[in-house]
């Protein structure tokens, strides 16, 4: 039986390209100019190239370095560190603008308010900081559903580590057979089968369905559909 649920936030719960790729377009510039590298037109779009859709499953760390690697640039641990935490800023100051796209993928009120009257323990595990990640839930007006919030803190090694599901698990006093794990891309699929959970995919993100159903147990549309799968996923996990 499941009793929590932890959710990806980008491309699960809000739109993956009208909020993540327009905010690329507008922090590469600014980040080419930090480390060093003329911001031209070619060069902006190696650099959004070089992390691609590939940055709904990137920690600001992996971006940092996809970008220097791409352009040649020697960084020791200190610099990169130094390099990731200005990207993480720049981000973070477009993404949280009043004007960024922060478009839920479906009727999020309605689901949360779904899995709130059921006693579900509602969780986020996401590649994003806290910081970021409580913003847009804020945006997304459910902040207040949710319990936990997993996220890249320096701790916790990132998705597809299960360190965040055994937080959790800790924290709730859950087992791994307990919990199910909502994302749209391969890497929170084997996130959760790294950690024994259930994984159900959805298309509502970058993945698509024949990467996802490689590890997926189950493929919805949206995080909508949850509300009318439900009964059908209970029953075949039974089995």
């Not at 100019?33 to 911001?39: P, R």
């Not at 477009?94 to 839920?104: D, G, H, Q, R, Y």
């Not at 959970?197 to 698509?208: F, I, K, P, Q, T």
């Amino acid at each position: 039986m499941i009793k929590g649920i932890l959710f990806d936030k980008d491309g699960t719960l809000l739109k993956f390209d009208e909020l993540w790729n327009e905010a690329t377009k507008m922090v590469m510039p600014k980040f080419l100019h930090k480390i060093g590298i003329d911001a031209d037109e070619e060069n902006v779009s190696m650099a959004v190239k070089s992390v691609g859709n590939s940055i709904a499953a990137m920690t600001y760390r992996d971006m940092t370095k996809a970008v220097i690697e791409f352009f040649e640039i020697e960084a020791d641990d200190k610099m990169l560190s130094l390099y990731s935490k200005q990207l993480e800023e720049l981000y973070f100051e477009e993404v949280t603008k009043s004007t960024a796209n922060i478009l839920p993928t479906a009727d999020l009120d309605k689901l949360f308010k779904w899995l709130s009257d059921r006693k579900l323990i509602v969780g986020l595990a996401t590649a994003d900081t806290k910081q970021t990640a409580l913003k847009c839930l804020d945006r997304l007006g459910v902040r207040h559903f949710f319990s936990y919030v997993g996220s890249d803190d320096g701790v916790l090694k990132p998705k597809p580590s299960s360190d965040i599901i055994e937080d959790f698990k800790r924290r709730f006093e859950i087992n791994s057979d307990e919990i199910m794990v909502v994302g749209d891309t391969n890497t929170d699929m084997q996130f959760a089968k790294n950690g024994g959970a259930l994984a159900v995919g959805v298309l509502s993100g970058v993945g698509e369905k024949e990467e996802l159903k490689e590890s997926a147990d189950f493929i919805i549309a949206d995080v909508g559909q949850l509300m009318y799968s439900w009964k059908n996923i209970e029953i075949q996990e039974s089995r």
